[in-house]
């Protein structure tokens, strides 16, 4: 039991010793694979997930990308109609290797929690794309699991929204996640438990959780997935803390982004524009 | 040595306190500089993010940052405005431009987009009844309408039952051609055009795809993007054709065939023997030095890519002298044509420090 | 079996290709060698949740990982005799339709399980399929990799090869995945053995103490393989051999071949190699045996052909052309003028082609060393 031994209430540290207000250590890196639209690689503590983004671009043609469950475009807008629609179609397929947890598992092809995630990825991202710019064109998100430690959605859309950066799709803001949970289970009916912050896979087994994506630092939310029950009177706490870490991450994020902008500046492969501080009016 | 493996290039972290332990992921064809450099700048670059706040220094723009609230500015490509407001928002990762008073971030990669009057290379991918769609590498598939080629022979006349039938005598799928954006639609899709002499299909030689359009690296739209070229070591005239989609076309120059042309011909007879080789597949024979000089031609194409320099003519003319130059300095001579790996990192080098 | 994706060439590419692919020397696309392979990045150790990992980047941006996990399994007794109890020098061959011992056969293949994953195919694709196939029946071909996973006569370790594909596959992804397979089984450690004979297995918790499951040692006394196989894409255009062809040398190749080799360590071989241990400095003489070799489709047979200009009715020519002289017209091979190629391998073409893979100091040599160099931190 992660929390329910006493040295928490002693030292309020949780297993791996981080208080209940901190992120594990993300590492993110973009341009990862240069032949690629747009690529990304991400690590929330143990998580790891990689990102490719193909187009926008014809669709159909790369029809082949779309859900490796066969048959089902993961979400989007368009129906199953054949009709064009008036923005891009945003397909997500994610594929869980069979080494990312700790026992070897083979995910099922058509595996339910997939297609969900799928779904909730491909929403997320088409709330803040830029879609209707693309019109008769497809956004083709591929990702892939290596190893998971908790926080997996989170990951993904994290992966997902610094890939469409790296691949200049426009946007609104970046789309950023994170989990939220409380230190005692629903069973123990505690109201005063604390929420946690960013919960790892151990956590995430036998304590109420929550995920959720905020559209940049501010408090529209994006994507809400709570799948563990919890009392109501918690749940308004744990979501104003995972707002809180959606702004981190989302910092985290965008510091990369800066990095790797700033570094093709200074190597000359971008040329400078101009400086925000001298628009003078003419 | 036939194999080279290469451990990947250590990533330096530049940001926040995570000092940088297991992982040490590729970063891809980066043109990374020399490691101890990259910490310095690093350090630099957080100094500048500490005091600039915004990243300032450098002027990259992300998603959702506030370029400026003026009213006075109207927003073009990669920005929106915030509904209910009059800030203009940066919708892509890039550096901002400003023309009078428009204001536009150009991202730092994106695929290419189509503008009136761009010479592109493109890729017939679909034949449909009364026109064919283009691959040009852009977001939408452009589109070749029966009525913009030229007739062989030089012929004008309405296009009939029978041109529409013989449609894939003119061009087939796979077939390479050079265009002109004539127009584009409401949606951003290109149409195109191959009114002119100078386009059509494209035969003897070899294409290649630079990827990274849009800001990064890749073909810039310059003064030229046809020339000829005369090569070295007996290598005879090659044309070059840097599509601004960024798909280049390298061949042998194509002549008029002789047995076309009439030797008292007035300057009709020369348009209709030259269109009339427009749409042949049929290469010329090619010798074997042509085809060397081809391969080093490409090969310093790729060079300048992957090493993030620019793709103009100029570039291009400078990095083939030296690349020739390389070859003679070099073990084998003018039969050394590989340029890729550390060879391209020599020749980008040896480029940029002129 | 055409696994090979079709890429999209004019046939006046095609025939340049070809014409530059004919002379002698080749002349590649990229200026290589026929020999030289493109650099390519190279990590091990990437996922420290398993027992070994490798990720392989190729020039052309594919990249592919592989992760290696084992778990202790009881090892099934068949027909009373009990698993593992004769040993067959040499190893048992393939579990198809060879006749063998009891048990040991159907160990063999079991304990090991490969499974390849392509962004965009279904894994029951065809071309998953035999990719999959082609990399496990490698492994398993000399029958003494399963030898290595064996615990005690109640247990064994079964062995998950997971092979990822990270891009989309824009060139056949064969050699891509059998250099990274390669390199994550180099990589591999089990934990160490602490039980002794057919109790409950325990192993020591300590991983720096875990071994590899290909030993580094230059001891040759063990009679296995000391290096898993590889699997090399080789084509040939004419008389030319090529190595490591890009996607638009193989479209316009006469004929491909997946090549499987590995260290043969037989004790016929490695007296017959002349290897001196003590000797330091000279590099062990390997010895290679051809596991397999498969052909593979190439692209080219599906292009259409290219219309020479006497036959263009946009050239000039009269449409009104008759049926037979059309016939005859394609018949005949007219230079400038793409074909898609027919017919088979040449068999002297074949022979020259293993010889080069085969021979000491050649492609297998170098690739084998290349690869050994990689640090397996």
Not at chain 1, 35 to 45: K, P, R, V
Not at chain 1, 269 to 281: H, R, S
Not at chain 2, 14 to 25: K, T
Not at chain 3, 184 to 189: N, V
Request: aromatic letters at 4%.
């Amino acid at each position: 039991m992660p929390l329910d031994t006493s040295a928490y209430s002693l030292a309020l540290l949780r297993v791996d010793g981080r208080r209940w207000n901190e992120l594990r250590r993300i590492h993110a890196q973009i341009r990862t694979q240069a032949a690629a639209d747009g690529s990304s690689y991400l690590e929330i503590g143990h998580t790891k997930v990689m990102c490719v983004v193909t187009g926008p671009s014809e669709p159909g043609s790369r029809r082949g990308a779309i859900g490796s469950t066969g048959g089902g475009v993961g979400g989007g807008a368009v129906g199953g109609g054949a009709a064009q629609s008036k923005g891009a179609e945003v397909a997500v397929s994610i594929v869980i290797a069979g080494f990312s947890s700790v026992d070897r598992k083979r995910t099922a092809r058509g595996d339910k929690r997939i297609l969900e995630l799928q779904s909730t990825i491909s929403n997320a991202l088409a709330a803040s794309l830029h879609t209707h710019l693309f019109p008769h064109s497809a956004i083709n998100i591929s990702l892939h699991v290596l190893s998971q430690d908790g926080s997996l959605l989170a990951a993904l859309i994290n992966a997902a929204t610094l890939a469409c950066v790296d691949a200049g799709i426009p946007m609104t803001d970046y789309v950023a996640a994170c989990t939220a949970g409380s230190t005692s289970t629903y069973a123990a009916n505690d109201e005063a438990a604390d929420p946690l912050l960013d919960l790892n896979h151990q956590e995430e087994q036998e304590l109420p959780g929550l995920t959720v994506a905020t559209l940049g630092g501010s408090d529209r939310v994006a994507v809400l997935v709570c799948e563990s029950r919890v009392q109501v009177s918690r749940l308004e706490g744990m979501l104003a803390v995972g707002v809180d870490g959606c702004k981190q991450v989302r910092e985290i994020l965008d510091r990369v982004v800066r990095e790797k902008g700033r570094r093709m500046v200074q190597e000359g492969t971008v040329e400078k524009g101009v400086g925000l501080n001298d628009m003078d009016v003419d | 040595m036939p194999v080279t493996i290469l451990a990947p290039k250590a990533v330096r972290v530049g940001y926040g306190a995570n000092p940088d332990h297991s992982d040490s992921e590729d970063s891809g064809s980066d043109p990374e500089g020399d490691v101890s450099m990259g910490l310095k700048r690093a350090a630099a670059g957080r100094k500048a993010a500490a005091s600039g706040g915004s990243g300032s220094k450098y002027e990259i723009v992300t998603p959702g940052e506030v370029i400026t609230d003026d009213p006075q500015w109207m927003r073009g490509h990669g920005t929106y405005v915030a509904p209910a407001t009059t800030s203009i928002i940066s919708s892509v990762a890039g550096t901002v431009t400003r023309t009078n008073k428009l204001l536009s971030v150009r991202p730092l990669r994106a695929r290419y987009t189509p503008e009136v009057g761009d010479l592109v290379v493109g890729r017939i991918v679909e034949v449909q009844a009364k026109r064919w769609r283009v691959d040009v590498g852009s977001t939408q598939l452009a589109s070749l309408p029966l009525s913009a080629i030229n007739l062989p022979g030089g012929i004008l006349r309405k296009r009939t039952e029978t041109d529409e039938l013989q449609i894939r005598t003119f061009f087939a799928e796979g077939d390479l051609l050079v265009a002109e954006v004539q127009q584009l639609f409401a949606d951003g899709g290109a149409v195109l055009h191959t009114r002119s002499l100078k386009y059509g299909k494209l035969r003897n030689g070899v294409f290649v795809a630079v990827s990274g359009m849009g800001g990064g690296g890749g073909v810039v739209r310059s003064r030229r993007q046809v020339w000829t070229l005369e090569s070295a070591n007996g290598g005879g005239p090659v044309d070059i054709v840097l599509g601004v989609n960024g798909y280049v076309w390298i061949s042998k120059h194509v002549e008029t065939p002789e047995g076309l042309v009439d030797k008292t011909s007035g300057i009709t007879n020369i348009e209709e023997s030259v269109s009339a080789t427009m749409y042949s597949s049929q290469n010329d024979r090619i010798g074997p030095e042509t085809m060397r000089e081809i391969g080093r031609i490409r090969g310093v194409v790729t060079a300048l890519v992957d090493n993030g320099l620019r793709v103009d003519e100029d570039m291009v003319m400078r990095g083939y002298h030296e690349a020739v130059e390389m070859a003679m300095t070099s073990g084998e001579g003018p039969e050394d044509i590989y340029l890729g790996g550390e060879r391209g990192e020599q020749l980008a080098a040896a480029l940029t420090a002129v | 079996m055409a696994s090979t994706q079709h890429v999209l060439l004019s046939p006046a590419e095609l025939a340049y290709l070809h014409a530059a692919l004919s002379l002698t020397p080749p002349i590649r696309p990229d200026g290589r060698a026929p020999a030289q392979f493109r650099p390519l990045v190279a990590e091990t150790g990437i996922l420290p949740g398993t027992n070994g990992s490798a990720r392989i980047c190729f020039a052309d941006g594919t990249e592919a990982i592989v992760g290696v996990k084992a778990e202790v399994e009881r090892t099934r007794l068949v027909d009373g005799a009990t698993a593992g109890t004769e040993w067959k020098e040499g190893g048992s061959a393939r579990g198809e339709g060879e006749d063998d011992d009891g048990g040991d056969k159907a160990g063999d293949s079991d304990w090991v399980e490969l499974t390849v994953e392509i962004p965009g195919y279904r894994d029951d694709d065809a071309g998953t399929a035999f990719l999959a196939a082609m990399l496990s029946e490698a492994l398993l071909a000399d029958g003494a990799f399963a030898k290595r996973l064996w615990i005690n006569r109640r247990f064994h370790w079964k062995l998950y090869l997971d092979v990822l594909l990270i891009s989309p596959p824009l060139s056949y992804p064969l050699p891509l995945l059998s250099l990274t397979t390669h390199l994550a089984l180099l990589a591999t450690r089990l934990p160490r053995l602490k039980s002794e004979g057919d109790e409950d297995p325990f192993f020591d918790d300590d991983w720096a103490a875990a071994r590899h499951l290909f030993p580094r040692s230059s001891s040759s006394t063990t009679k296995e393989s000391a290096r898993p196989p590889v699997t090399l894409l080789v084509m040939a255009v004419g008389n030319n051999i090529i190595f490591d062809p890009a996607k638009e040398e193989l479209a316009v190749a006469d004929v491909a071949l997946a090549v499987s080799v590995a260290e043969d360590t037989t004790a016929a071989a490695t007296t017959a190699a002349t290897m001196d241990l003590d000797d330091a400095a000279a590099p062990a003489a390997r010895s290679l045996r051809l596991l397999s070799i498969r052909t593979i489709d190439p692209p080219s047979r599906l292009t259409p052909p290219g219309v020479p200009n006497a036959a263009n009715s946009a050239y000039g020519a009269t449409t009104a052309q008759k049926q037979p002289e059309a016939r005859t017209a394609e018949a005949e091979a007219v230079e400038g003028v793409w074909r898609a190629p027919r017919g088979g391998a040449k068999p002297l073409v074949m022979a020259a082609l293993v010889q080069k893979v085969l021979e000491k100091g050649g492609v297998a040599d170098e690739i084998l060393d290349a690869l050994d160099a990689v640090d397996l931190g």
